[in-house]
């Protein structure tokens, strides 16, 4: 069965520094999605992604944040400078229709010191 | 505002009753309904999803309740079974946005053998 995949499953990185968390999509898929989880909290909506640019943003997703889809696999989200309070579970989704029915990943925690 | 949150932090229920997981929602633009289970470190898995023309939907082993009066949902699980021990999120969104989730707090669902 097709699955999304999260690189890294953890990373540690010093305050201030830059991080990237790379997806692979299930490959019919159309729709991306970055969403986080604070350890015991909600998952949050961060962004959205249909047709290689953002359709919705949240209020968490600011300057610090991007995404990119550069050759067509890969789905990255990259904050720029991070914060403690960056510290989460990010999960990638993907959907192939504006659905609510979407894909998870196993999500990549990200740990800011 | 908007918010989507569960009645209870924690179900415990034994093997092979029925469990009951409720949902209050309060933005009423709200038309599309989804719960999501979430294994211990995995991602969300959707479960089942019910839009506001209805107010039953039933699946395999699941039922979704939805009540627009007083904007309340439920997930009915028939014959708990130790494999449906996760956390439970109910979700909402609106038509045409359908991938940006707003989810609930989670219920926490034990099993007891």
């Known amino acids: 069965e097709p699955e999304v995949t999260q690189t890294p499953s953890h990373q540690v990185t010093q305050m201030g520094q830059e991080v990237i968390l790379r997806c692979v999509p299930i490959?019919?898929?159309?729709?991306f999605y970055w969403y986080r989880q604070i350890l015991g909290q909600k998952v949050e909506f961060l962004v959205s992604?249909?047709?290689?640019?953002?359709?919705?943003k949240s209020e968490i997703f600011d300057d610090q944040f991007s995404v990119e889809r550069p050759d067509g696999s890969n789905f990255t989200l990259k904050i720029r400078s991070t914060k403690l309070e960056d510290s989460a579970m990010y999960f990638c989704?993907?959907?192939?229709?504006?659905?609510?029915?979407?894909?998870f990943g196993e999500g990549s925690r990200l740990t800011v010191l | 505002g908007e918010s989507v949150g569960l009645h209870l932090p924690t179900l415990s229920v034994q093997e092979g009753d029925n469990s009951i997981i409720n949902c209050a929602y309060s933005?009423?633009?709200?038309?599309?309904f989804i719960w999501y289970k979430q294994e211990s470190g995995k991602g969300p898995q959707f479960i089942i999803d019910?839009?506001?023309?209805?107010d039953k939907r039933q699946g395999q082993r699941v039922t979704v309740l939805l009540n627009k009066t007083v904007k309340h949902l439920s997930l009915q699980i028939a014959a708990t079974q130790p494999g449906d021990s996760a956390v439970y999120f109910c979700?909402?969104?609106?038509?045409?946005?359908?991938?940006?989730?707003?989810f609930g707090q989670g219920t926490t669902l034990q099993v007891k053998p």
């Open positions: 992604f249909y047709n290689n640019e953002i359709s919705e």
């Open positions: 019910i839009r506001s023309n209805m």
């Open positions: 979700a909402e969104t609106r038509s045409g946005n359908t991938g940006k989730l707003i």
């Open positions: 989704a993907g959907g192939a229709m504006n659905t609510g029915e979407l894909f």
């Open positions: 933005n009423s633009a709200s038309d599309y």
């Open positions: 490959s019919n898929h159309l729709y």
